[in-house]
Nanobody
Framework: QVQLVESGGGLVQAGGSLRLSCAAS????????MGWFRQAPGKEREFVAA????????YYGASVKGRFTISRDTAKNTVYLQMSSLKPEDTAVYCC????????????WGQGTQVTVSS
């Protein structure tokens, strides 16, 4: 059973920072790519960031590039999303994802953690 458990969400003022964590269990995730998506009420799911199994390839969505940083600790099977200069439009449920392939659909999804940015 693969599990992805997010933590670190909460309420923050605009301009503030938060760090999300995603702990993976049930597989050896050292060879998995991992990432983050988000979904705000009434909006489509949006890609936020992804990191390859080696950490050598990193991708960001256009709306977060330059403000968010994704990283991973392979020994802890954990991926992080450091969010800075937060804006009210960053308010969403943030979900962690993982997959054993280099590309294509994501196989595993976490339940999500709520991030709320107040103006």
């Amino acid at each position: 059973q693969v599990q992805l458990v997010e933590s670190g969400g909460g309420l923050v003022q605009a301009g503030g920072s938060l760090r999300l964590s995603c702990a993976a269990s049930g597989r050896t995730f050292s060879t998995y790519r991992m990432g983050w998506f988000r979904q705000a009420p009434g909006k489509e799911r949006e890609f936020v960031a992804a990191i390859s199994w080696s950490g050598g390839s990193i991708y960001y969505g256009a709306s977060v590039k330059g403000r968010f940083t994704i990283s991973r600790d392979t020994a802890k099977n954990t991926v992080y999303l450091q969010m800075s200069s937060l804006k009210p439009e960053d308010t969403a449920v943030y979900c962690c994802v993982a997959d054993s392939d280099r590309s294509g659909p994501w196989d595993y999804w976490g339940q999500g953690t709520q991030v709320t940015v107040s103006s």
